[in-house]
């Protein structure tokens, strides 16, 4: 079954799934929702606990990035389930929802440039770390992080707003970006904005990458253990941008296999909306061994004698 949603300047066919496939893929989506949220939402209680965590800059831009992570995902599950549940939301709902989700997809490449030149900085430059990076230039670099995010997007609103009628925002629509940011240079204002930041955040990865790799030559095992942190964070970055291309993605495979469109954009948002969720947790959850010692025992739901770890541990890279 198909449905067309149609506008001033966009058409775009709309297509559903069975009864029982519809079934699969929400338990599928539902059940990493809740699993990744989870570990998630124990990291930041666990964040929350101990102040040796919560005074320390790296952690503050982790757990940033594990937040948008929970945002992006629980805001791409609603989407999902709505869609199967009621097809169509209204535009204003969808518009809100969107552009929260477009808000924390940003933020997360610009969080990890931000932490490669944290471990760049630890690394290069031991003495002066403590000046460079503080709490408050910490919270100042993440505001502006949802700055320029905010910026990035608020021009699709504005120019819905501008050339939309009052009625199309009272109507009910697929709820896609496409379908509710309907102008056609909006698609030309996001290629360019995504490849700006893609080119941005690459070259900050790969500067940060190259000097700690001249660090490690001296065989400091702080700068080995850094590299291979940017290394992660290399890889989870990649999957980030991969919602740079998302549409790009379905698109080209969509023109290859018509007639898997439903299969292809399931298969695609998991991948990209959903897997990478699950790198946060192993980059620092799993890795640290301070907060691995306390995560285990919020995420178990179990007790110690000693749950406050001391401020003197020393900070992994």
């Not at 504005?158 to 970006?177: D, K, N, P, Q, Y």
């Not at 490849?195 to 700690?212: A, E, G, K, Q």
């Not at 959850?285 to 007790?303: A, E, S, V």
Request: hydrophobic content about 50%; proline content about 3%.
């Amino acid at each position: 079954m198909s449905l067309s949603n149609t506008g001033r300047n966009f058409t775009a066919p709309v297509y559903r799934d069975n009864l029982q496939t519809a079934i699969i893929k929400n338990v599928i989506t539902v059940v990493l929702c809740i699993s990744i949220n989870y570990i998630n939402s124990t990291l930041v209680h666990t964040f929350k606990k101990h102040q040796v965590f919560n005074m320390n800059p790296r952690y503050i831009l982790y757990i940033h990035l594990v937040i948008n992570d929970i945002i992006l995902l629980t805001i791409f599950t609603l989407i999902q389930v709505l869609s199967y549940i009621v097809f169509t939301l209204n535009v204003s709902l969808c518009i809100v929802l969107m552009m929260t989700a477009i808000f924390a997809n940003l933020n997360n490449p610009l969080t990890l440039a931000v932490m490669a030149v944290e471990c760049y900085v630890a690394i290069c430059f031991p003495l002066r770390h403590t000046q460079i990076c503080t709490v408050k230039k910490t919270y100042a670099v993440i505001g502006l992080i949802w700055l320029l995010s905010t910026l990035s997007v608020l021009p699709d609103l504005f120019v819905a707003l501008a050339t939309e009628s009052m009625e199309f925002f009272h109507s009910r629509v697929f709820c896609l970006r496409e379908n509710v940011f309907r102008h056609p240079h909006l698609t030309e204002k996001r290629d360019i904005t995504n490849t700006v930041f893609l080119v941005i955040v690459w070259l900050i990865l790969f500067y940060s990458y190259f000097r700690i790799l001249s660090a490690a030559q001296t065989a400091a095992t702080d700068a080995k253990k850094a590299r291979s942190t940017v290394l992660l964070h290399g890889f989870q970055l990649l999957l980030c941008m991969l919602t740079y291309v998302f549409h790009l993605m379905i698109e080209g495979l969509t023109y290859l296999f018509p007639k898997g469109v439903l299969a292809i954009r399931f298969a695609i948002s998991i991948f990209v909306q959903v897997l990478p969720r699950l790198i946060s947790p192993v980059v620092y959850g799993l890795r640290d061994k301070t907060f691995r010692k306390y995560l285990k025992r919020y995420l178990f739901c179990t007790t110690g004698a000693n749950t406050h770890p001391q401020t003197s541990q020393k900070r992994p890279l």
